[in-house]
């Protein structure tokens, strides 16, 4: 089992930037990926970037490519997503994923809301 809380989130202008933080309970949080995904009002959930629980290899939706960033710490047992560059089209509540297997998310937080204003 593991629980996940989201901090960071907040009301920035575009071309801001953001650290989101996700902190994880449990002593095997290097054992899984992590993954943030993203839902806008009116949108369904969607994929913004994830990482590997061994190699930490990472991926990126299109959308964020280039202006956001994952990353982990397994020492404090927390992953982060830099964003930069903001856009009014990132507004969204923004959600921390664990899973036992890269891309299979079945733990989730509660969700942080990111507001950009143009």
């Known amino acids: 089992q593991v629980q996940l809380v989201e901090s960071g989130g907040g009301l920035v202008q575009a071309g801001g930037s953001l650290r989101l933080s996700c902190a994880a309970s449990g002593r095997t949080f290097s054992g899984y990926a992590m993954g943030w995904f993203r839902q806008a009002p009116g949108k369904e959930r969607e994929f913004v970037a994830d990482?590997?629980?061994?190699?930490?290899?990472?991926s990126y939706a299109d959308s964020v490519k280039g202006r956001f960033t994952i990353s982990r710490d397994n020492a404090k047992n927390t992953v982060y997503l830099q964003l930069s560059s903001l856009k009014p089209e990132d507004t969204a509540v923004y959600y921390c994923?664990?899973?036992?297997?890269?891309?299979?998310?079945?733990?989730w937080g509660q969700g942080t809301q990111v507001t950009v204003s143009s």
């Open positions: 990482i590997t629980s061994s190699s930490g290899a990472t």
């Open positions: 994923a664990a899973g036992a297997r890269w891309g299979l998310y079945n733990y």
